[in-house]
Structure formats: C-alpha cells, structure tokens
C-alpha cells in the first residue's frame, strides 16, 4: 500500500484522510450489498436519535453548530453531517456511514466535559472514520481477534492525525484526547504532554503487558506520543498551512515501530507463528510434489519455515497424505486472511523463494490457486 504524502492541498475529505493514513491502518473494501444496507442503518440511526436526542443546528445550538462547520471545512466536506446530542452520562462519541447519509451522534456528558474547541477535535476524530471507511465486523476465531483488534488500534492512529488538522492546533486535539479518556475536566487536569509521555517510560519491567495487545485502542501514553510526533511531521504542518517540520517518512517509522512492540509483541508472534505454519504446508506441497523429499529441498524448506515447523509437517504428510497437507495449507492460510496486506505479501516473498527453489510450473498454479481462494474471492 503506497500512500500520497505529497504537499499539494488535497481535493476533498477523503483524500485528505488517506494522506495521513496510518501505514499499518489497511483499506478495506465494504463487501457487495453493505453500503445499502448500512445506508438504511443510518436512516433508522437519525429516525431514534430525532426521537430522542437534539440535533446541532445554528438557531438552537450556535456554539456547536459554528464549530462543526468550521471544522467540516477544515477537513474538506461538501456540507457539514448532521449531529445530535442525546442525554447519557458516558462521554463517547459515533460516526455512521450510509452512503448518502453520514450521522454524528455525542452525549451530553461528552459536550458539557470539553470545549467547544476540543469538542469539534472529537468530532473531526469521527468524522475520520468515515472518510476512511473504517467498517466494524464480525470477527470469529481467537487469532483473527487479534489481527483485527491490531488493525482497529491502527485505525485509531489514523483518526487521531485528522482530529489533530481538525483542531487546527496538536495541543487542543491532546487535552481532548486527555480529558475523553480520563473523564477529567478542566478543573482537575492540567495539559501536560510531558508528563503523559512519561507514562511511556514509566512502565514496570515484571509486568505482563499482553493484555495492550487485546485492546480496541492503542494506550494513552502512545496516542498523545504518536499525535505530538505527528504534528512535527512536515507532511501536518503542511495541511495547518504551516511550513518546516521532520519528514513525515521518518516519523512514520518511528511511529510504526512502537506500535509494533505494544503487547509485547504478541500480535507478532501470532503473525509469525501462524505464517511459518502456512509456509510449511504449501512448502511441504512444494518439496513432495513428486513423492520424494530431497535434503536439499527440505534444507531450503527448513530456512524459510524453521526446522521444528518443517519436520513436523513431514511427519504429518508421510501419514496422512498430501491432500492432507493440502488441506491444512488452506486452513493456515485462511487464518491469515485478517492478519492483512503487508503480512500476506511477506507470505507470498517467502512463497516465491521457495518456488524458485523447489517449484514446478504445476505447484506454483496449485500455490497460486491456493492463494487466490484464501485472500482474493
């Protein structure tokens, strides 16, 4: 996935929103027949709220209203969506995408904590998750819960940077951020940015973090961090209309870097795991096509797959057969459907090594067959 990081002023919202995409926060297409029905959601969604809640125009609500403008042309929306505020004692805040409709919806308990300042910062946060299809799904299976938790985090990181251009200043988007998830108001918090990356640090060395690995979205401290180390790209100064600032590549890396070692690391050990399982089955396929298992094809097999992967995958086959492991190559694969692009493309490298090796013009079509109908249909 290639992202434009050019600084020409993007066109419209939702250009605006895949030029700071977050690397790590995959496209996804919605799935024939969803956005009709997400469509008629979203009447049913505006047809409860109208019932029961107050929707932000400019002779009832002005403050509100003035601000959702702004920051609808901030961010390049044609008009501003509708918003209602409906009374509820927890601060939260949803964005729904139907199409021709887009719906924001905010609680009082949300509006009456912040600013009319940070306020439009959360709402430009939801508003991002449309611009950028962020679909909720259904997820079965525990692995696939943590690929999914891992790109719905990555999601997060995406809306952050919009509320950030939304707000028109990274510090207004961060005490909203602040005061959103400790429930804080003015009153009782300072905006400190140093003494929330502090958090970061100030981390136990015993502890068993794995649970960060299982969370919707990303800790605090590494959202305020990744939002200030963003605003210091010169990819957001640009779209402040301001000049300077670090290259955006370069804090892209060190962005994605840390994200990668939250939960200690235990989405990739599930990435890793689950691809030298895949890369075992298709490579066993490869190495016995023609019933034999040559030492040097299974030495090459060994250094893609590991050795432990690889002697028990032959063992199996010896047994059971190869339509057995062609079987348990489907199955791997298809656990590795959510782990998204950038896993998979790693798959397919590797794959390709192997067939460079120990391939034949017939198993790279069953491989190449095998792919397609796991990742592609």
Not at 164 to 175: K, T, W, Y
Not at 286 to 310: I, N, Y
Not at 335 to 345: K, N
Request: charged share 25%; net charge negative; hydrophobic share 45%.
């Amino acid at each position: 996935m290639v992202s434009d990081h050019s600084f020409d002023a993007p066109l419209d919202h939702s250009e605006l929103c895949a030029r700071v995409r977050f690397r790590y926060d995959e496209p996804q297409e919605l799935p024939p027949g969803e956005l009709g029905d997400r469509e008629r959601l979203a009447v049913q969604r505006m047809a409860l709220l109208q019932a029961g809640g107050v929707r932000v125009t400019r002779t009832l609500t002005p403050g509100l209203h003035a601000k959702l403008s702004e920051i609808s042309g901030r961010l390049l929306l044609q008009e501003p969506p509708a918003l209602y505020i409906h009374a509820d004692a927890e601060v939260n805040a949803s964005a729904l995408y139907g199409g021709r409709r887009c719906v924001l919806s905010a609680t009082s308990a949300l509006v009456n904590l912040l600013t009319v300042d940070e306020f439009g910062a959360i709402m430009g946060h939801e508003l991002a998750h449309l611009g950028l299809r962020h679909v909720p799904r259904q997820i079965e299976g525990d692995f696939a819960e943590v690929f999914h938790l891992a790109r719905s985090r990555a999601a997060e990181v995406s809306c952050d940077r919009v509320s950030v251009i939304a707000a028109g200043d990274p510090l207004i988007a961060v005490s909203a951020l602040l005061k959103v998830v400790s429930g804080l108001d003015a009153a009782h918090i300072a905006l400190d940015i140093d003494a929330v990356l502090g958090q970061l640090a100030d981390r136990m060395d015993d502890a068993d973090l794995q649970w960060e690995a299982l969370q919707s979205h990303p800790v605090l401290p590494f959202r305020v961090w990744a939002m200030h180390r963003f605003s210091q790209s010169d990819l957001c100064r640009s779209l402040l209309g301001l000049s300077g600032g670090e290259p955006f590549d370069r804090i892209e890396d060190e962005i994605s870097e840390r994200f990668h070692a939250v939960g200690e690391g235990l989405v990739g050990r599930t990435v890793t795991d689950h691809m030298h399982e895949a890369l075992s089955w298709i490579g066993a396929m490869l190495v016995c096509a023609d019933g034999r298992q040559p030492e040097a094809e299974v030495a090459e097999l060994s250094a893609v797959a590991g050795a432990v992967w690889t002697e028990h995958v032959l063992a199996y086959m010896r047994v059971h057969g190869m339509r057995a492991v062609e079987n348990r190559a489907k199955e791997s694969l298809g656990t590795l459907a959510e782990a998204g692009v950038f896993v998979q493309d790693r798959v397919r490298q590797h794959i390709e090594a192997l067939l460079v090796q120990v391939g034949t013009d017939e198993s790279r079509a069953t491989v190449d067959a095998l792919l397609q109908a796991a990742w592609d249909d």
